[in-house]
């Protein structure tokens, strides 16, 4: 359907029982909903927001436009968990009220102080000439759970210098002091992010941009998230407008990450190496980190990009979140590893060794289109070797290595309904083991994919048939030893 500015921008409570009705009519038809991913009732979903252990759970917010697949009047939906597993819808918390809000609940932060939660957003205002103007906002959250908004605006505008794309805080502490990072663009047309100090969460210094080597690197940078691990300073943003360059920048926008001494707060330096990609699949925009209650950084991604139609638009409904990994670094790389945690989602186990000698072959029990399976090669002198998962009478997606070029890829030519087909079906990256193991996550429509541990990562949506189910195993080119582990996932 065409969407007219009156549609796209309705407040969740303006919808009526019927439109609700109709929504969930088409949602519950659709043969692509996932099982155990944090997703939609129905509309809209993309970046994850407020993402922070309160009052013992996690809470995660997400962006969300309900009315249907469309990026139109955005709200936080909130949902909680006690163990990054399971976890319950809880309704919207911030949606528009306030004139300089007229547009949108933008992306934003959760920060835990004096035993509340300070939730962080952008609100989004269009004028009559359909000019953007943007401001950071404040809305506190007590125990009990009542949100607060601040009146006005605690930033009302951008600095002198930068354009109206000024949006997603995101805030810490450091040395009694708080900070923000604000994702910016500068007026010649290059993205930056902004850095901005305060003693009490309310009233906000500029203290300028954070000074980083790169000076033309994209035209936004969107969702900055900065945080120290391992005596390293980090700095994930999401770069419009890059180009690509070999096996890299292949999609419509990337998501990343500098990685050097820690951010000199006062001058807002920070010295880096160059920027690399948290995940060389498909689908992957928008993440967010927070610290577990034991220390460990977590970060939940959007599993999605914006400005690409996706095969459930049609069904009323759009996107998921990524599952929860934990991060640390290696050798001056971010590390992303599933969180212990969805081990809970373990069921029933079934396990397989073989050598493979330039052939492909499946093993009893294992298929099926929800769960976990690592599988772990070694001993290979095959040209490549890999896996064939969602396997039907004409389909598959294939996770394979090739030993001649050293790399792993991720193609999704054959995986079902095809789409976003301009920016390609295959994702590579270059990869040197003498060992490769992979980690998959299957759901419905996704699979996130985890190489010797995290040390890279594949994410993407696929949309096979209901019938596309086998798991098949190949070597090529030589002999090749693996090892089997699968389990399925228990549904909620």
């Known amino acids: 359907m065409e969407w007219t500015l009156k549609q796209r921008y309705r407040t969740y409570d303006s919808m009526t029982q019927k439109e609700q009705k109709k929504l969930e009519a088409l949602v519950s038809d659709s043969i692509w909903r996932q099982k155990y991913h944090i997703q939609p009732q129905y509309g809209l979903l993309n970046d994850p927001n407020g993402f922070v252990w309160y009052n013992g759970r996690y809470y995660l917010f997400y962006q969300w436009f309900p009315f249907g697949a469309v990026h139109g009047m955005k709200h936080w939906f909130q949902t909680e968990s006690f163990d990054l597993v399971n976890w319950e819808n809880k309704g919207v918390a911030l949606k528009p009220e306030y004139g300089y809000e007229s547009h949108g609940i933008y992306s934003g932060s959760g920060f835990v102080h004096d035993q509340n939660l300070y939730l962080f957003y952008t609100a989004n205002k269009r004028d009559d000439k359909w000019n953007r103007h943007a401001a950071q906002c404040l809305a506190i959250m007590d125990i009990k759970g009542e949100i607060v908004k601040l009146p006005e605006p605690i930033i009302k505008s951008q600095p002198q210098g930068y354009t109206e794309h000024f949006r997603d805080p995101k805030v810490w502490k450091a040395d009694n002091k708080f900070y923000m990072i604000v994702g910016a663009q500068r007026q010649n047309s290059t993205g930056c992010a902004l850095l901005y100090q305060s003693s009490d969460l309310k009233q906000w210094t500029w203290i300028g941009e954070v000074k980083t080597k790169e000076r ?15 005596n390293h300073g980090v700095l994930l943003f999401s770069p419009q407008g890059l180009q690509p360059k070999g096996d890299v920048y292949q999609n419509i926008y990337q998501s990343g990450y500098f990685i050097g001494n820690p951010l000199d707060t006062e001058k807002g330096s920070f010295e880096h190496g160059d920027f690399q990609e948290l995940d060389a699949g498909f689908d992957f925009y928008a993440p967010q980190t927070t610290l577990s209650p034991d220390g460990r950084r977590i970060l939940v991604g959007w599993m999605g990009l914006p400005e690409i139609e996706y095969p459930t638009d049609s069904e009323g409904w759009a996107h998921c979140l990524t599952l929860p ?6 050798e001056e790389k971010v590390i992303q590893k599933p969180v212990v945690e969805l081990e809970l989602l373990r069921g029933e186990k ?25 599988a772990e090669f070694s001993a290979s002198t095959a040209k490549e070797f890999g896996i064939e998962l969602r396997v039907g009478a004409n389909e598959k997606t294939v996770i394979k290595y090739n030993s001649f070029e050293k790399k792993i890829s991720f193609d999704r030519t054959h995986s079902g309904q095809s789409f976003a087909e301009e ?9 040197e083991s003498k060992t490769i193991s992979i980690r998959v996550f299957v759901d419905v429509s996704s699979v996130e994919i985890f ?19 086998g798991i098949r195993f190949f070597s090529h080119g030589g002999r090749t030893n693996v090892k089997v582990v699968k389990w399925v996932i228990d549904e909620k």
Request: hydrophobic share 35%; net charge negative; proline share 3%.
């Open 216 to 230: 033309d690197f994209g035209f936004m940078w969107e969702c900055p998230d900065y945080f120290e691990l391992q």
């Open 325 to 330: 990994r934990e991060l640390s670094i290696h």
């Open 350 to 374: 079934v396990e397989a060794t073989k050598i493979l000698n330039n052939e492909s072959t499946s093993f009893k029990g294992i298929a099926g289109d929800i769960y976990e399976l690592l």
């Open 423 to 431: 920016f390609g079906s295959i994702r590579k990256c270059s990869f």
């Open 451 to 469: 190489v010797n541990n995290g040390e890279k990562v594949f994410t993407g949506r696929i949309f096979p048939s209901k019938e596309s189910r």
